[in-house]
C-alpha cells in the first residue's frame, strides 16, 4: 500500500498528464499519417492505440479520487471526466457497428466507405476528448482548491 | 424519491445488464461454442471483445462505486465478484490476440516446409505486408476499388424451375487471369451469393489481379425432411431471408452440378471473362467449402466424369471450415440431402474429401483454415485430415485461426479475416509459381 501512495502524488499526478497528453497526440498524428499506407506508421499508430487507452482510463480513474467534489472547478472536472468516459464507451462500441458495417454489405457494387470514415470520425472524437480532459486537468492543477492532494 | 436516486437507479439497471449480458456472451464463446447460440456468438464476439471490453470494465466500476462502497463483509465479497467478473472477461477477451504469434508461427513453419526457399524469397511487395494489424481492424481492410469493377446478376443457367446467377469481379486490364471461384456456404439449405460470401474477401482478390467468380448454385428444400416438422418450417422461413427464392429442391450431387455447369459456361465464354482456366483456386466457406473439396479433389475423379470443364486445371482449394468427412449418422437429414446416382453408401464416399483425396489420380494442393473453436464443423477431424493427407504424400496447408468460431471472417477486418488472407494470397501466389 506504501508503493501506491505514489499515486496520490501530486507530481507523480502531473507527469502522469504530460505522459498521456503527448501520447495521445502523438495516437492522432500516426494514425492520421497511417492513412497514407506506410506500414510502419501503422504499426507505431497500432502500438500508440494500445498504450493510449490504458493511460487514458487510467488517467480518468485518479481524476475521480483526485478532483475535489466540493470545488466549483472540481466538480467541472469530474463531470467533464464522466462525459469523457461516456464517450470513449460510445465511440467504441460504434466502431464495432462501424466494423460490421463494412463487412455486412449486400450489394458487391458498392464501396462500403461509410464504415471507414465513420470508424476515423468515432477515433478522431476519443482521442481529442482525452487531449482535452488531459490538458484541462494539467491547467488547473495549480489550482490548490480544485484539488485533494 | 428524488431525481438523483431515480437517475442513480437507472444508471446501475444499465450497468448491471451490460455485465450481464456480456458475462453471458463470454460464457457461450467459452463454454457453449458448440450450440446453436454459441456457433452465432463466434461468428462475430472474439473479433470484437477487446473494443467493447472498455463498456463492461465502466458498467463493473460503476457497480462498485455506486452498490458495494460500504466497508462491510457483503460489499467487500460483492465488489470482489464484481472485478472478478470483469477480470475473466478481459482475459477471455484477449486470449485469442495472444495466441496469434504462435498461430502465425506454426503457419510460416508449414509454408516453409512445403515451398522452402521459395516462399523466403517469394516477392511479397503486392500483397498484405503483416498477417494482423491493428490498424487495419480498426479502421478497415485497405482495398483498392479502383483497380477492379464488379458486374452482378449475370444468369449462367436456366434449368426450367430456376434460374442461377454469378457477379464476376473483374480486375483492370485485359488478362487473361488466374480464376476464382467462389462458393458460398450455408449448410447445403440456405445461403446466397454476394452479401451471403464475403465480399471484401471477393474485392480484395480481385484488387489483387484475381477474376472472382462468386456464384449461386442452388440449395436443399428442409421442408422436405418431414422427420424435421416445425423446426424445418421454422428454419426454411429464417433461411428465406438470406436465400433466393428457388422452386426446386436441390441436393448435393444437383448442387455440384450446378457448379460444374457454370465451370463449362466459364470454359466456353473464358475469353469474354478473361479467365485463365488453366490457372484455377476453388474457394468455399462451410458447406461451400465442402462443395470445393469435392471439386478440387474430384474434377478429375472418373466419380464425377463429364461434371466440370475439361480444360480447367485446378492449382489449387481454398477450403474455408469445410466438413471434410461425410459419415452416415443416425439422422436422416445427410440421407436425403445425399441421394444420388450411387447407393447412398457410396455416395457419403463420392461426397467425403476424405475418400476422394486418396482416390483421386489428381489431388491439388490444399490450404483448410479454420478456427479452433468452430463448434458447427469439427476441428480436430480437419486436423486428422490434413494428417491423412501428408501421409498420402499431398501438399495440405492448415492455417489455424485462434479461438475462431465458425464462419470468423465474415466480419472480415478482424484478425481471423486478415491473417486467413494473409496466408492464402501467398499460398496462391507460390502455387502460381511465385
Known amino acids: 500500500m506504501e508503493k501506491l501512495k505514489i499515486l496520490k502524488n501530486k507530481q507523480f499526478f502531473k507527469y502522469y498528464l504530460l505522459l498521456t497528453v503527448v501520447t495521445l497526440i502523438l495516437t492522432l498524428f500516426f494514425n492520421a499519417l497511417g492513412l497514407m499506407g506506410e506500414l510502419q506508421i501503422q504499426t507505431v499508430a497500432g502500438i500508440l492505440i494500445v498504450t493510449a487507452v490504458p493511460l487514458l482510463v487510467i488517467l480518468i480513474l485518479l481524476i475521480f479520487s483526485r478532483a475535489n467534489r466540493n470545488d466549483d472547478i472540481g466538480r467541472k472536472i469530474i463531470r467533464m471526466n464522466y462525459l469523457t468516459l461516456i464517450i470513449m464507451c460510445v465511440c467504441f462500441s460504434f466502431l464495432v457497428l462501424a466494423g460490421l458495417f463494412s463487412s455486412f454489405?449486400?450489394?458487391?457494387?458498392?464501396?462500403?466507405?461509410?464504415?471507414?470514415?465513420l470508424s476515423v470520425f468515432l477515433f478522431v472524437i476519443w482521442v481529442v476528448f482525452g487531449i482535452c480532459l488531459s490538458l484541462v486537468c494539467y491547467i488547473t492543477l495549480p489550482i490548490e482548491r480544485a484539488w485533494l492532494f | 424519491m428524488n431525481i438523483h436516486k431515480i437517475l442513480r437507479y437507472i444508471l446501475l439497471f444499465f450497468c448491471y445488464s451490460n455485465l450481464v449480458l456480456f458475462l453471458f456472451l463470454t460464457i457461450v464463446y467459452v463454454f457453449f461454442d458448440n450450440t446453436l447460440i454459441g456457433f452465432v456468438v463466434g461468428i462475430i464476439y472474439p473479433g470484437i471483445a477487446?473494443?467493447?471490453?472498455?463498456?463492461?470494465?465502466?458498467?463493473?466500476?460503476?457497480?462498485?462505486?455506486?452498490?458495494?462502497?460500504?466497508?462491510?463483509?457483503?460489499?467487500?465479497?460483492?465488489?470482489?465478484?464484481?472485478?472478478?467478473i470483469c477480470a475473466f472477461m478481459l482475459i477471455v477477451a484477449f486470449i485469442p490476440y495472444m495466441q496469434i504469434s504462435y498461430r502465425v508461427r506454426d503457419a510460416e513453419n508449414q509454408l516453409f516446409q512445403t515451398y522452402g526457399t521459395t516462399y523466403t524469397n517469394l516477392t511479397t511487395?503486392?500483397?498484405?505486408?503483416?498477417?494482423?494489424?491493428?490498424?487495419?481492424?480498426?479502421?478497415?481492410?485497405?482495398?483498392?476499388?479502383?483497380?477492379?469493377?464488379?458486374?452482378?446478376?449475370?444468369?449462367?443457367?436456366?434449368?426450367?424451375?430456376?434460374?442461377?446467377?454469378?457477379?464476376?469481379?473483374?480486375?483492370?486490364?485485359?488478362?487473361?487471369?488466374?480464376?476464382?471461384?467462389?462458393?458460398?456456404?450455408?449448410?447445403?439449405?440456405?445461403?446466397?451469393?454476394?452479401?451471403?460470401?464475403?465480399?471484401?474477401?471477393?474485392?480484395?482478390?480481385?484488387?489483387?489481379?484475381?477474376?472472382?467468380?462468386?456464384?449461386?448454385?442452388?440449395?436443399?428444400?428442409?421442408?422436405?425432411?418431414?422427420?424435421?416438422?416445425?423446426?424445418?418450417?421454422?428454419?426454411a422461413m429464417i433461411s428465406s431471408l438470406i436465400t433466393p427464392k428457388y422452386n426446386s429442391s436441390y441436393t448435393i450431387q444437383q448442387q455440384l452440378e450446378n457448379i460444374g455447369y457454370f465451370t463449362k459456361v466459364l470454359e466456353v465464354n473464358r475469353t469474354k471473362y478473361h479467365a485463365d482456366l488453366n490457372k484455377t483456386f476453388i474457394v468455399g466457406r462451410s458447406a461451400g467449402g465442402h462443395m470445393a473439396s469435392i471439386v478440387t479433389l474430384g474434377y478429375k475423379n472418373p466419380l464425377f466424369a463429364g461434371n466440370f470443364s475439361s480444360i480447367m486445371n485446378i492449382t489449387a482449394g481454398i477450403w474455408f471450415y469445410p466438413p471434410t468427412n461425410l459419415t452416415k449418422s443416425k439422422s436422416p437429414f445427410f440421407d436425403k440431402l445425399l441421394v444420388g446416382s450411387l447407393p447412398l453408401d457410396l455416395q457419403y464416399n463420392k461426397f467425403s474429401a476424405s475418400f476422394l483425396v486418396k482416390n483421386s489420380t489428381v489431388v491439388p494442393p490444399i490450404m483448410i483454415v479454420q478456427g479452433d473453436k468452430d463448434g458447427v464443423v469439427d476441428y480436430p477431424a480437419n486436423l486428422e485430415f490434413q494428417e491423412y493427407a501428408k501421409s498420402l504424400n499431398k501438399t495440405c496447408i492448415f492455417v489455424t485461426i485462434p479461438w475462431g468460431g465458425h464462419a470468423f471472417d465474415i466480419n472480415f477486418q478482424t484478425y481471423g479475416g486478415q491473417i486467413s488472407t494473409y496466408y492464402i494470397e501467398r499460398f496462391m501466389a507460390l502455387e502460381l509459381g511465385g
Request: proline share 7%; glycine share 10%; hydrophobic share 45%.
Open chain 2, 125 to 235: 511487395s503486392n500483397m498484405r505486408p503483416v498477417p494482423y494489424s491493428i490498424y487495419d481492424n480498426i479502421f478497415g481492410f485497405p482495398i483498392d476499388e479502383a483497380k477492379f469493377s464488379v458486374q452482378t446478376d449475370i444468369l449462367y443457367l436456366n434449368n426450367g424451375n430456376d434460374s442461377f446467377y454469378f457477379d464476376w469481379y473483374k480486375p483492370n486490364g485485359d488478362g487473361p487471369f488466374p480464376v476464382i471461384i467462389a462458393i458460398h456456404g450455408g449448410g447445403w439449405v440456405m445461403g446466397n451469393k454476394a452479401g451471403g460470401n464475403v465480399i471484401p474477401f471477393n474485392k480484395y482478390f480481385a484488387s489483387k489481379g484475381y477474376v472472382v467468380f462468386d456464384l449461386q448454385y442452388g440449395v436443399y428444400d428442409v421442408t422436405k425432411v418431414p422427420e424435421m416438422g416445425d423446426f424445418g418450417k421454422a428454419f
Open chain 1, 105 to 117: 454489405y449486400f450489394d458487391p457494387a458498392s464501396m462500403p466507405l461509410f464504415g471507414q470514415f
Open chain 2, 50 to 84: 477487446p473494443l467493447l471490453c472498455l463498456v463492461y470494465l465502466v458498467s463493473g466500476l460503476i457497480i462498485v462505486r455506486f452498490s458495494f462502497m460500504k466497508d462491510t463483509r457483503l460489499d467487500r465479497i460483492g465488489a470482489l465478484t464484481i472485478i472478478v
